[in-house]
């Protein structure tokens, strides 16, 4: 990829993944109780967590957008994408129902496998690896 392919579709990418993120992070604060519900029960006061991880989504959003905190947002997103995968694997193993519906696996597989896919999303479009793709773009 040259690099400034690699430029266009790191920052549109990067687009993409904030508005995800801000999106998502809207959704934790204002709608919990679909987030609550996967919150495996070893985790402790679920409620607070689910409106953290809404903020953390929040900030992981803006930090992407501005320069000089975008590496560090990527890192932030990508350690955030880690930490919740156990609540994606409650959800399914446990078939937990959210409204009334329990999804399967035509839904579970596909998010659990995406996982680290998002993981390196956070961390190539916010710049802070090149992987797979070579010379590291200036930003």
């Known amino acids: 990829m040259t690099p400034r392919a690699a430029g266009f579709w790191r920052s549109a990418l990067r687009w993409l993944l904030t508005l995800a993120y801000a999106y998502a992070g809207y959704r934790h604060l204002t709608t919990p109780a679909p987030f609550v519900a996967i919150t495996p029960p070893w985790v402790p006061q679920p409620a607070f967590v689910v409106a953290a991880t809404g903020v953390a989504e929040l900030a992981g959003a803006l930090g992407l957008m501005i320069p000089r905190t975008r590496k560090a947002a990527g890192w932030g997103l990508a350690l955030y994408a880690l930490c919740v995968w156990p609540a994606n694997f409650h959800h399914a193993f446990a078939h937990v ?13 596909p998010r659990l496998a995406a996982q680290p896919l998002i993981i390196w999303w956070a961390l190539w479009a916010s710049g802070a690896i090149d992987w797979p793709f070579g010379t590291k773009e200036k930003t």
């Open 97 to 109: 129902a959210i409204g009334g519906t329990t999804l399967g696996w035509g839904y579970h597989a």
